[in-house]
């Protein structure tokens, strides 16, 4: 088992790429925290992760790996998102990250091999016309993790998962909200070369491999899961005669 032994805490663990990696390394040995705000942790609070983390201390002395998956999305533009909006998404998907770091390091700094993976995102790379503020907090998530891993070396490494669009609770109102959802569906299936979309356990286990031993030598990098879609030009091959 490849997390034996270990103790790990995942933030947004109730539901899709939380619970699926809290359930893979509770398979591979981990001793698993999961919280979320479903449990009425709100890790935007400074409050509740002090909470948090003064728990994980009484129960268990040290945290040997933090996966940081918490966060929303928000899909608006600039000229339309309002202030609270953009302190929102930033708060949920960029802050959060930040006060469960600095909260877990003295934990983290116990541990014999320090490990934190966030939950980045490919609106972090790339800009869409309705993705603000998500993009920013994204975008600003993967600098703060290069931030860490530099800062926190040689005993904590830090790295990223970046997905691709994960088949969740969301994708198919996302689809529905079109004029024609299947032809939506098929546009967007056709932007991966792997010709479907992510599931919650292909972002897991990118996690568990960063999280784990075999990436000892591995920080402030950033791990793309997306099919290829990264990789791909458009195909307009169908448009010819």
């Known amino acids: 088992m490849r997390l034996e032994g270990k103790i790990v805490l995942i933030t947004g663990a109730a539901r899709g790429i939380g619970w699926a990696t809290a359930d893979l390394f509770g398979a591979e040995g981990a001793r698993v925290i999961g919280t979320d705000l479903d449990d009425g942790t709100d890790v935007t609070q400074p409050r509740d992760v002090a909470a948090l983390f003064e728990d994980v201390q009484k129960r268990f002395g040290r945290l040997d790996i933090l996966v940081c998956n918490a966060g929303r999305p928000y899909n608006l533009t600039s000229l339309s998102a309002s202030e609270d909006e953009w302190e929102a998404c930033l708060?949920?998907?960029?802050?959060?990250?930040w006060l469960c770091a600095r909260a877990a390091y003295p934990l983290l700094s116990r541990s014999d091999a320090g490990a934190v993976v966030t939950i980045a995102s490919m609106h972090g790379i790339k800009a869409s016309r309705n993705g603000f503020p998500y993009s920013v907090a994204k975008g600003g998530l993967l600098a703060l993790t290069r931030t860490l891993a530099v800062e926190w070396a040689p005993n904590i490494r830090v790295n990223a998962v970046i997905p691709g669009q994960i088949e969740s609770v969301r994708t198919e109102p996302f689809f529905q909200s079109f004029r024609d959802p299947?032809?939506?569906?098929?546009?967007v299936l056709s932007t991966y070369p792997m010709r479907r979309l992510g599931k919650p356990a292909d972002v897991a286990k990118a996690a568990l491999f960063l999280a784990s031993d075999d990436a000892a030598w591995i920080t402030g990098t950033y791990l793309i899961v997306d099919g290829g879609r990264d990789a791909a030009l458009p195909d307009l091959s169908d448009l010819k005669d």
């Not at 708060?91 to 990250?97: P, Q």
């Not at 299947?182 to 546009?187: A, C, W």
């Open 91 to 97: 708060a949920a998907n960029l802050k959060s990250v």
């Open 182 to 187: 299947d032809e939506t569906r098929r546009r």
